[in-house]
């Protein structure tokens, strides 16, 4: 299985500051057809995860733009120009190029 | 909009059978274009990917290696539904279990989740 290893697991961030997250695959999520199969997601407290990315860098309809992903091939890293307190939460990355899927342990949002 | 809404019960003793059902409302169970999946959260595992059953002309299922012997994933196009069977449950089964639409190579809508028990 394709292991996804985020980095770090806990991101202390003061409101109004930068955030990011990075997100490591074992192999490389180039698809057969040159697509890029990478999601990010959003879990609240006490709530279902949340797509905000796919395809690395793909917002959903209602994200905020202040939340972009970017990377290739192994790399990927998922960006927040100015947190706000509703952006508290864990956040993980998935890969959907290889089978099974996979995610990573997820990061930790925390204000200071 | 693509609501789905879990059902089934959260306390379950070791050897039972864990039963989960997925009702979807906005995309149908028969799509040809979505599959349907089953997902688990828990501090030991994290997220890990169960099973998914899916139409394409005819149906179609894949489960993870981990729980293969155990596991059935059943759909239900009367009632637009779809269904989780694991068998044989454990202590380590024990998690928050999820129905999510898959599309496009992607996870996009999630269902509240179900919190499973397996205590003796």
């Known amino acids: 299985d394709v292991v996804m290893t985020q980095s770090p697991l806990s991101l202390p961030v003061t409101l109004g500051q930068p955030a990011s997250i990075s997100c490591r695959s074992s192999?490389?999520?180039?698809?057969?057809?040159?697509?890029?199969?990478l999601s990010w997601f959003q879990q609240r407290p006490g709530q279902s995860p949340r797509r905000l990315i796919y395809e690395v860098s793909n917002r959903d309809s209602g994200v905020p733009d202040r939340f972009s992903g970017s990377g290739s091939r192994t790399d990927f890293t998922l960006k927040i120009s100015r947190v706000e307190a509703e952006d508290v939460g864990v956040y993980y990355c998935m890969q959907a190029t290889h089978w099974p899927w996979t995610f990573g342990q997820g990061t930790k949002v925390e204000i200071k | 909009q693509v609501q789905l809404q879990q059902s089934g019960p959260g306390l379950l003793k070791p050897s039972q059978t864990l039963s989960l059902t997925c009702a979807i409302s906005?995309?149908?169970?028969?799509?040809?274009?979505?599959?349907w999946n089953w997902i688990r959260q828990s501090p030991s595992r994290g997220l890990e990917w169960l099973g998914r059953?899916?139409?394409?002309?005819?149906?179609?299922?894949d489960y993870a290696v981990s729980v293969k012997s155990r596991i059935t994933i059943n759909p239900d196009t009367s009632k637009n539904q779809f269904s989780l069977q694991l068998n044989s449950v454990s202590p380590e089964d024990t998690a928050v279990y999820y129905c999510?639409?898959?599309?496009?190579?992607?996870?996009?809508?999630w269902g509240q989740g179900t919190l499973v028990t397996v205590s003796s």
């Open positions: 059953t899916y139409y394409r002309s005819k149906w179609y299922n």
């Open positions: 192999q490389s999520l180039v698809f057969s057809d040159g697509n890029t199969y």
């Open positions: 999510v639409r898959g599309f496009s190579s992607s996870l996009d809508c």
């Open positions: 906005g995309d149908s169970v028969s799509s040809n274009r979505a599959a």
